[in-house]
């Protein structure tokens, strides 16, 4: 059984597969109500470090796994960004069961045991079509089995909700309550522009070399010439969104250059790779930026997060 708040306006959760904090972040921001983190977990220790040194020096579990369900707070809503992972057994003869070993299971038997009000679960759009629909199928049919019958998902991308992103990630949202009246949110469709989340003065360490840029130049003929479309992108302060940006974004930049004028193209600072994701201004970066290009291309568009967050809280 639910154990509900005493202050009505107060919305206690648990932040799992918590990263740098991007969910927690979007409930916060969606309202002027009590947002209470009464748990969270999470096993980078770099990641980690950037939690604490945005959302205080709270406790931060580790691996999940190794907690027990009975020792989790109870809460109202459960947030989640988890991992894909395949599952050992095709088709739904067990349900629940089916999960075991997945990191799915995880939410899954806090779900069962807290019975929270209500959840958000963040996942790759490749999700939807992993093992021909059947991890998403199991995942569905357990939900429902546990008891969140009010279950939905859909696909929403981050340009649609003023971020100059393509982001497009999958959300399954789910009530205890099977009379709440919940629909994703609609896209703003508010303009985007690259330029709103780059910096006027940059480093010059974050200017490609000539060797890299080389690289990319020669990797991209190649792949034209075998009916590849993939390569560098470059996009410059007046592009609408960027492409997606990814946590191996550290490595060469590929995915997301920035033009420059008689200079070789740039990659994102970290501080641009934060704002691109929907993060303020003073987000605290502790980290190197090999770790900051991680977090950041691990995490969610907060804006998404926000415009969901708003809609469920509607009933909470």
Not at 3 to 28: H, P, T, Y
Not at 234 to 258: H, M, P
Not at 276 to 290: A, M, Y
Request: overall charge positive; glycine content about 8%; aromatic content about 10%.
């Amino acid at each position: 059984m639910t154990k509900s708040l005493n202050n009505k306006n107060s919305i206690k959760i648990i932040d799992l597969f918590a990263g740098i904090g991007g969910i927690r972040l979007g409930f916060q921001n969606a309202t002027d109500r009590s947002i209470k983190c009464v748990f969270s977990s999470e096993w980078n220790k770099y990641s980690v470090q950037t939690y604490q040194a945005n959302h205080g020096l709270e406790i931060v579990h580790g691996d999940i796994t190794k907690v027990d369900e009975k020792d989790v707070p109870y809460h109202d809503i459960l947030l989640a960004g988890f991992p894909c992972q395949p599952f050992s057994q095709a088709g739904l003869k067990k349900g629940f069961e089916d999960t075991r070993g997945t990191l799915f299971f995880d939410i899954a038997r806090i779900l069962k045991e807290k019975q929270p009000k209500a959840f958000l679960l963040e996942n790759v759009k490749q999700l939807r079509g992993h093992d021909k629909g059947k991890t998403l199928e199991t995942i569905l049919h357990t939900l429902r089995d546990i008891g969140y019958k009010n279950t939905k998902y859909t696909l929403l991308k981050a340009r649609d909700f003023g971020l100059p992103q393509n982001r497009e990630r999958l959300y399954i949202v789910g009530f205890l309550d099977e009379n709440t009246k919940f629909e994703f949110p609609l896209a703003t469709r508010v303009e985007t522009r690259v330029g709103d989340i780059l910096d006027d003065i940059v480093d010059s360490k974050y200017t490609i070399s000539d060797k890299l840029w080389a690289g990319h130049k020669r990797r991209k003929e190649n792949n034209k010439k075998n009916g590849k479309g993939f390569g560098y992108r470059i996009f410059d302060k007046n592009s609408e969104y960027t492409s997606t940006i990814s946590a191996r974004y550290y490595k060469d930049g590929s995915e997301i250059l920035i033009a420059q004028k008689d200079k070789n193209p740039r990659k994102l600072t970290p501080k641009e790779a934060a704002k691109l994701q929907g993060f303020p201004v003073d987000f605290k970066i502790p980290v190197s930026d090999t770790q900051a290009y991680q977090q950041f291309g691990n995490s969610v568009p907060v804006n998404v997060i926000e415009a969901i967050a708003k809609e469920m809280l509607k009933d909470i």
